[in-house]
């Protein structure tokens, strides 16, 4: 009789970057960004290979290949980090920002010892939970919208939604990149209209936002309040934490 062992976080590490791996893969797993995203950093042609651009995402890498970002040798985290950030306004989400604007990693760069990314986006003016990690995979499951990883929006208006807008938002409605849908829609209180609560698992660029400016409704705050299970208990704006273990589970094997 076969003897089947439930295996360890750390097996599953090893075995998730083991090779030959993809080139993306690789990228992702050195803790620069996504998958998605070192897609388009290889097809920029800012990843080299033994000194070669590589353009192709599934280009298979030697355990003595020596891989570069941007002109900086890149190796494969060891040890995976995740943080969550309770983003304060008027800060990037990026890695660096060629303006010299303030970043998210102003806040939780100086955290570990690891390379980190933010897990997708907020933009400047959107405040609430943000992601950080070095894994690689995960970051494409809770970014990828086939995962339908569920995410709450508190939204406050420059007017009060009318009951018909509200209607067309949840039944779906079409914008210039294509059909968007909220999850769920509801007014936060019975008596402002002004205040909506929504649940979306989209993760095009500003697609909350865009759902109100296309009927002419100015978003004056958004606040994102749950992120795949996570909450801001506890965390107030501008500070951070290291996600509990418990946490970690449910990210990988629940959500």
């Known amino acids: 009789m076969k003897n089947f062992q439930k295996k360890t976080s750390k097996q599953k590490t090893e075995e998730s970057t083991q090779f030959p791996m993809r080139l993306n893969k690789f990228v992702a797993h050195c803790g620069i960004c996504s998958r998605r995203k070192a897609d388009e950093f290889i097809k920029e042609g800012l990843v080299t290979v033994n000194g070669d651009v590589v353009l192709e995402m599934g280009h298979k890498i030697k355990p003595d290949d020596v891989v570069t970002f941007r002109g900086k040798k890149i190796d494969v985290e060891k040890e995976q980090v995740y943080i969550l950030l309770n983003k304060p306004k008027n800060y990037i989400t990026t890695v660096s920002d060629e303006r010299n604007r303030k970043t998210v990693m102003d806040i939780v760069g100086k955290a570990v010892k690891q390379r980190i990314f933010p897990v997708g986006r907020l933009d ?131 959500v």
């Open 124 to 254: 400047r003016a959107t405040t609430g939970l943000l992601l950080f990690t070095n894994d690689g995979d995960l970051a494409k499951k809770l970014t990828h919208p086939s995962h339908g990883v569920k995410k709450i929006y508190h939204v406050i208006l420059d007017k009060p939604l009318s009951q018909a807008h509200f209607e067309k938002i949840k039944k779906g409605f079409d914008l210039e990149d294509g059909h968007v849908k909220p999850d769920k829609i509801h007014f936060l209180q019975e008596n402002d209209k002004t205040i909506i609560g929504v649940e979306i698992h989209i993760g095009r660029n500003r697609i909350v936002r865009r759902m109100f400016e296309h009927w002419k409704y100015q978003v004056l705050k958004l606040d994102r309040v749950y992120f795949g299970g996570l909450t801001k208990k506890d965390l107030p704006r501008g500070k951070f934490r290291f996600l509990k273990p418990q946490e970690i589970i449910m990210l990988k094997h629940f």
